[in-house]
């Protein structure tokens, strides 16, 4: 007896085939969308909600000018090659993006700073106030771009990797180079904390007994939905813009015009775009891993000083992991702590080390490092799929010789650190940041001359305090060996950019945008207040410098 069993396989595939092929001819997707819709209709139990989906299916399905889709950004990244049967990768988003679908016109507001939507607003006359808006990462942090957005009255924001800023010339898009493909998104947290931490335990250790906001009361969660694209769907979003051209420096590397909005061009001049975020925020447990070698001296081969080595959990969340435990261990940070390493991102392009710290260490870290220019200094697949191990061996250190030399030049410095008699800190460079800031900042307060003189500004009681700091910490380095060490605050994050940090902030942000103050007068006493407090600040760090009579 023959066996027809592969011949019924057979059949029953082209039988599949021919009966997939009459789904799509006699319906379509909308009309598939539409009995789906009905099946949900039948099985919700509220009367609210059937009153609210029935409206729903009426607007979407039956009304003369119901909206037609024209086109869908994509859900998820195109797969890097090796990895097409990995299912649990998560699609780019937002963490804390607010859930929603906001429907309005389009407005590209460039990379969404501060000045970008002033320029929109004061010289453009263009109102985002119930728009969406497309901003580019890059220049600022992320979570500022969505602040500013907010501020600006919009209910939605997009985010995008435009290609000249996230594409180095020359270089083919992975896996054939290290540029980011068109269909790579940053996923990121949009927080806007002042610092960082759990938005719903702000300032305290995040414990099971700690009092917890609610979550849509948390500190610096965002009001609208924020959504990461690929430069891809960007460009098909971006092509069609219709309202004015952009300003001097706000075209990207898109072949397109980057026209602003509101909308699109007249062929498409009732088309708007509408966000679907549908995000779940919970409290979860988060696990950092710590490790301790203990200090011989203080406390008591074990290096003079206690080294911990953490690992921290939900960096990417707003560094919840470390600024919960720093929180909850800062009074013994305060009193003993001397440094803090900082191990993320070893390898961003391959063109020189770079290095930021505190000016007290500048000369430690110079000491154990040898500059050498190679070629380029980016990390195009920043929080994109495309982040593998193969583009680390492949393109961007395939000896693994980079990474060897960061993890040298880490571990030198802990070293130093840890088992030194007196702790390596160069006060004299911190004298020479501190000229150069109050430099910079003067110059800024230089453009608004007239009013300096107005309203009685001085600058005057800060550059005497750097002068006496720079001073007292010539005499501390020739007495160093017989005096302790005492430690001050003179930085902030950028009220602008939390990536960026700012020096003499206080003085900084009370002139942000001055001359538009309403109240010029209350302004220039703000700025009077700050430098005072500047002042005060460095003039008491000099003090612990000078010797006790």
């Known amino acids: 007896m023959k066996d027809h069993r592969a011949g019924e396989k057979k059949v029953t595939e082209d039988g599949l085939a021919a009966f997939r092929a009459f789904l799509k001819s006699e319906f379509s997707e909308e009309n598939i969308e539409f009995w789906l819709a009905c099946e949900d209709y039948k099985n919700t139990k509220s009367s609210a909600k059937l009153s609210s989906k029935a409206k729903t299916i009426y607007e979407e399905y039956f009304e003369n000018d119901a909206p037609k889709e024209i086109f869908k950004t994509s859900l998820l990244e195109p797969p890097p090659a090796g990895y097409e049967n990995v299912s649990n990768v998560v699609p780019p988003y937002s963490a804390f993006s607010a859930k929603g679908e906001p429907e309005g016109d389009l407005v590209y507001v460039n990379y969404g700073r501060t000045e970008d939507f002033f320029k929109l607003e004061r010289e453009m006359n263009i109102s985002c106030t119930g728009k969406i808006v497309i901003a580019r990462y890059g220049k600022i942090f992320r979570g500022n771009k969505v602040k500013n957005a907010i501020l600006a009255g919009a209910k939605g924001i997009i985010l995008f990797s435009d290609p000249v800023d996230y594409c180095a010339p020359g270089v083919e898009v992975y896996p054939d180079g290290w540029n980011l493909p068109g269909g790579g998104a940053q996923r990121g947290n949009v927080l806007n904390l002042n610092g960082a931490g759990d938005p719903l335990t702000p300032g305290y250790p995040a414990k099971e007994y700690t009092y917890r906001y609610k979550a849509d009361d948390g500190a610096g969660l965002p009001k609208i939905p924020v959504h990461p694209i690929g430069y891809d769907d960007a460009k098909l979003l971006l092509s069609n813009m219709g309202g004015q051209a952009p300003p001097e420096g706000w075209k990207g590397g898109?072949?397109?015009?980057?026209?602003?909005?509101?909308?699109?061009?007249?062929?498409?001049?009732?088309?708007?775009?509408?966000?679907?975020?549908?995000?779940?925020?919970?409290?979860?447990?988060?696990y950092n891993v710590i490790g301790k070698i203990r200090g011989a001296t203080e406390p008591g081969w074990r290096p003079r000083r206690t080294i911990i080595f953490a690992s921290w959990d939900a960096e990417e969340f707003g560094l919840l992991g470390s600024t919960e435990w720093a929180e909850d261990n800062a009074k013994i940070l305060q009193e003993r702590a001397v440094a803090y390493i900082n191990a993320d991102s070893a390898i961003e392009g391959n063109y020189t080390l770079r290095v930021d710290c505190t000016p007290s260490l500048n000369t430690v870290v110079y000491n154990l490092t040898k500059k050498k220019t190679e070629k380029y200094s980016n990390y195009p697949v920043y929080h994109s799929v495309y982040e593998t191990f193969e583009l680390v061996e492949k393109f961007y250190d395939p000896t693994f010789k980079q990474l060897l030399a960061v993890a040298q030049v880490r571990g030198g410095l802990i070293f130093e650190l840890a088992d030194s008699a007196l702790l390596p800190f160069d006060f004299n460079e911190y004298a020479e940041a501190l000229r150069t800031y109050a430099d910079s900042i003067f110059s800024l307060a230089?453009?608004?001359?007239?009013?300096?003189?107005?309203?009685?500004?001085?600058?005057?009681?800060?550059?005497?305090?750097?002068?006496?700091?720079?001073?007292?910490?010539?005499?501390?380095?020739?007495?160093?060996?017989?005096?302790?060490?005492?430690?001050?605050?003179?930085?902030?994050?950028?009220?602008?950019?939390?990536?960026?940090?700012?020096?003499?902030?206080?003085i900084y942000d009370a002139m942000f945008d001055i001359e538009n103050a309403k109240d010029q007068s209350k302004a220039w006493e703000e700025v009077k207040r700050q430098i005072s407090i500047a002042a005060f600040t460095v003039h008491a760090a000099g003090m612990t410098l000078t010797e006790v009579v």
């Open 254 to 286: 898109l072949n397109i015009p980057y026209n602003i909005g509101p909308g699109f061009i007249e062929t498409f001049n009732t088309t708007k775009v509408k966000m679907h975020i549908y995000t779940n925020n919970k409290v979860t447990r988060i």
């Open 446 to 506: 230089n453009k608004h001359k007239p009013s300096l003189h107005t309203f009685e500004v001085s600058f005057d009681s800060l550059f005497t305090a750097v002068k006496n700091f720079t001073e007292a910490a010539q005499d501390f380095h020739v007495r160093k060996k017989h005096l302790d060490m005492s430690k001050h605050i003179i930085f902030a994050p950028s009220s602008h950019n939390k990536y960026a940090g700012e020096s003499f902030p206080g």
